[in-house]
């Protein structure tokens, strides 16, 4: 088997991180980065879900409090030939690396999100939560109810490509993020409040009870 053939753009892109080349490659703009750095600052429990290369990894490391932990959570399945060869994956390598300075601070939690959600014991501890894994409606409504249980009291959650907006001219109302916070500024899924936004990202609080 040729090299050539076991390999391609994503193994060159690893290659060329490695080489000081580029950084952590991220969806998530700076807007949006600003945004998240400021909900996490001094923050103690943080949940990442959805990890990529660990570009908005590092805000969090970088924003949360110096004692603070950071709950990765990602699958990370090996994505081309090579990678499935090797049984490693090439974005957790790259995702470790970018947030190495901070590695006893940091869990990888490499499970599918509801799997990591029932075996974290984080019912009602953490301090935010940003979901930017699967976008289908189905799988972002899955996200939200399995990891909603584990904020804190008065905690945020945030969502990725969630809300239109002239940065994201490509989301539409249709898209699973989207409608879901739609409905959920609408109250269908119970008491919580759309109380921030960023380009794309939508920031949720559940709601006191009244007394």
């Known amino acids: 088997m040729s090299l050539k053939r076991i390999t391609d753009n994503h193994t060159t892109r690893t290659l060329r991180f490695f080489a000081g080349l580029r950084r952590a490659y991220t969806s998530v703009s700076a ?4 945004l998240l750095m400021r909900l ?32 990765l959570v990602d699958p990370f399945f090996p994505e081309t030939r090579l990678e499935k060869l090797l049984n490693v994956s090439f974005t957790r390598l790259v995702a ?6 901070w ?21 009602g501890k953490a301090d935010l939560i940003f979901i930017d894994a699967r976008h289908d409606y189905d799988s972002v409504l899955e996200d939200f109810c399995c990891w909603s249980p584990m904020l804190a009291d008065g905690a945020l959650i945030a969502f990725h490509d969630s809300h239109m907006c002239t940065a994201r001219p490509e989301l539409q109302p ?30 949720v609080r559940r709601q006191a009870p009244i007394e």
């Not at 807007?31 to 600003?34: A, D, M, S, W």
């Not at 879900?49 to 409090?65: D, I, K, L, N, P």
Request: one cysteine or more; proline letters at 3%; hydrophobic letters at 40%.
């Open 31 to 34: 807007v949006e980065h600003k």
């Open 40 to 71: 996490a600052s001094r923050k103690q429990c943080i949940v990442e879900v959805g990890v990529f290369e660990g570009g908005t990894s590092e805000v969090f490391c970088r924003a949360m409090a110096p004692e603070g932990r950071l709950y």
């Open 96 to 101: 470790t690396k970018t947030v190495s300075p």
């Open 103 to 123: 590695e006893a601070q940091i869990e990888f939690v490499r499970q599918a999100s509801n799997v990591a959600a029932v075996n974290l014991s984080l019912r």
């Open 174 to 203: 249709t898209d699973g993020p989207v409608r879901l916070m739609a409905e959920i500024g609408k109250g269908q899924h119970g008491s919580w409040q759309i109380v921030d936004h960023a380009d794309s990202v939508t920031v």
